[in-house]
């Protein structure tokens, strides 16, 4: 029975190989017969997870839309990529009508794998193409802190400068982060639904975790970003171009922890590199005889430097994690 604990004995059969027997209601359930194959698959924490070879999970949503009220469809359908949906079915008691339609598929366009299969008069039928095991969760981190921080150097160098161009192009490219940070969200919540997926992975509970506490303040780094460049395309101007090299440090030595490169040498660089952006910043506000702009554009530089020391400290642990997780049966 699903869910049910049981215990087997472990038997030694010819040469020494080690075999248990298969629960014959699980069998039957998942179509195992004489001649079928099956993986074997070492998980961390010491476990051994046995699946059919040919076993997938795909999960179907559905939505149902209201002509005029298509901002309740459009979270539908982000809340059903994001828990990771394969097959979605909006539905509509009568026309789907065109400016509605046209938000959805801008919406879908900015999901990673969507794809319309399906479309009639009041209906769209949307799959989302995305391979878990092609996905790696802390390359889409690692890709997520650099557009961050670019993007945060790009709007220091606008607000600095008065670059309206650059202050625009700063704006436009969070939409690329959004894409990532949903992808990476989805793979995450994907993962943590499919145990084989972890397995392969080689994930734990506690890194799903650190990643997507991760992406949300990675995410709000490229916030910030956005925030000065839309200053600077008001007409906003803060002389801080000297605090580019700074953060350009602190988000080269910070990219590379992500995927549990991290060591206590770096993290207290990045300690220190924070506590400089913190004193600059606070004499610029002192200086400035705590004008207001200078005070606003110093608070959200301040807020992403932290930002960068809070991922600093998510990682350092991880890579012990990782290697625990390895060697040790007890448990994550």
Request: hydrophobic share 45%; aromatic share 4%.
């Amino acid at each position: 029975m699903e869910g049910v604990r049981q215990i087997r004995k472990v038997q030694e059969v010819g040469g020494g190989t080690l075999v248990i027997s298969l629960p014959k209601e699980w069998a039957v359930r998942v179509g195992l017969q004489k001649g079928s194959e099956v993986v074997a698959q070492e998980a961390p924490g010491g476990l051994l997870l046995i699946y059919p070879l040919s076993a997938t999970v795909r999960i179907g949503c559905s939505a149902r839309h209201v002509p005029g009220q298509v901002g309740n469809t459009l979270d539908s359908i982000l809340e059903a990529y994001l828990e990771g949906c394969d097959v979605l079915e909006v539905e509509c008691s009568g026309r789907l009508g065109l400016e509605d339609r046209r938000a959805i598929k801008k919406l879908l366009a900015s999901l990673v794998g969507s794809e319309i299969v399906e479309e009639g008069e009041g209906i769209l039928k949307v799959q989302f193409l995305v391979d878990l095991d092609a996905t790696d969760p802390h390359g889409l981190l690692e890709r997520m802190i650099r557009s961050a921080g670019n993007m945060l150097l790009d709007a220091i160098t606008a607000i600095s400068l008065g670059d309206n161009e650059l202050a625009n192009l700063v704006i436009e490219r969070d939409d690329e982060i959004d894409r990532t940070y949903f992808l990476l969200v989805r793979a995450l919540r994907k993962a943590a639904q499919d145990v084989r997926a972890l397995a392969r992975a080689r994930l734990s509970p506690m890194i799903l975790l650190d990643l997507r506490v991760a992406a949300l303040i990675a995410e709000g780094i490229a916030d910030m970003a956005v925030d000065v460049a839309s200053l600077a395309r008001k007409g906003v101007r803060v002389d801080i171009i000297d605090l580019k090299l700074p953060f350009k440090t602190l988000f080269s030595l910070l990219a590379p922890i992500s995927r549990g490169r991290g060591t206590d040498s770096r993290v207290e660089r990045i300690r220190e590199i924070n506590r400089l952006i913190s004193d600059r910043l606070l004499r610029m506000v002192e200086e400035g005889g705590g004008g207001t702009m200078e005070a606003v554009v110093a608070e959200k530089l301040m807020a992403s430097s932290r930002a960068a020391l809070d991922l600093a400290d998510l990682f350092p642990s991880r890579g012990v994690l990782l290697m625990r997780s390895r060697a040790e049966p007890e448990g994550y």
